[in-house]
T-cell receptor, first 112, second 112 residues
Framework: NAGVTQTPKFQVLKTGQSMTLQCAQD?????MSWYRQDPGMGLRLIHY???????DQGEVPNGYNVSRSTTEDFPLRLLSAAPSQTSVYFC???????????FGAGTRLSVL | KNQVEQSPQSLIILEGKNCTLQ??????????LRWYKQDTGRGPVSLTI?????NTKSNGRYTATLDADTKQSSLHITASQLSDSASYIC???????????FGTGTRLKVLA
């Protein structure tokens, strides 16, 4: 059972480039979310989804786009990368609002 | 504003000793409080989840307590091991929302 899988593990971008961070879960969870983790700060919610076709903004959504076409996948798109988006990104899933959240191993992104 | 504050920021203890980490929150209306362990370079892993009616929840050598009246929680680690070296994150969610408020974590170092 793979759980939550994130790819890539590391990525370096130049300012202005776009890319997609992939997230997949095999637990049939309805709720999925994206966070970023910066030094000295708690994880901050970027976007979340409560089911296929349903997404909503979190605390820091600007510069990011998401879609949820299947239950399994929840990709995060950086539209035009900026140095302020240098961070570690985590994807998480859970069966519901009261359930255990399972996190992926993270994607470490540097924007030069 | 919904906030979660943790103390201390960092802690060093000797192997075999006990320690207690603190979490204060102002999230309202309260739904549940979670403690996560995050190893360096990894995603957070759930230790405990407590709802309003639960005062104590254990997971092996980890025991979490909750005082919903004072809005405080603690995580007690018994007979620490080198593998307990990690960041411990307190997370609180409000009723009726899929959003979680993360603390900045306590970084624990266990020395031999």
């Amino acid at each position: 059972n793979a759980g939550v899988t994130q790819t890539p593990k590391f990525q370096v971008l130049k300012t202005g480039q776009s890319m997609t961070l992939q997230c997949a879960q095999d637990m049939n969870h309805e709720y999925m979310s994206w966070y970023r983790q910066d030094p000295g700060m708690g994880l901050r919610l970027i976007h979340y989804s409560v089911g296929a076709g349903i997404t909503d903004q979190g605390e820091v959504p600007n510069g990011y786009n998401v879609s949820r076409s299947t239950t399994e996948d929840f990709p995060l798109r950086l539209l035009s990368a900026a140095p302020s988006q240098t961070s570690v990104y985590f994807c998480a899933s859970s069966s519901g609002v009261g359930g255990i959240q399972y996190f992926g191993a993270g994607t470490r992104l540097s924007v030069l | 504003k919904n906030q979660v504050e943790q103390s201390p920021q960092s802690l060093i203890i000797l192997e075999g000793k006990n320690c207690t980490l603190q979490c204060n929150y102002t999230v309202s209306p309260f739904s549940n409080l979670r403690w996560y362990k995050q190893d360096t370079g990894r995603g957070p892993v759930s230790l405990t989840i407590m709802t309003f009616s639960e005062n104590t929840k254990s997971n092996g050598r980890y025991t979490a307590t909750l005082d919903a009246d004072t809005k405080q929680s603690s995580l007690h680690i018994t007979a620490s091991q080198l593998s307990d070296s990690a960041s411990y994150i307190c997370v609180v969610s409000a009723t009726g929302t899929y959003k979680y408020i993360f603390g900045t974590g306590t970084r624990l170092k266990v020395l031999a």
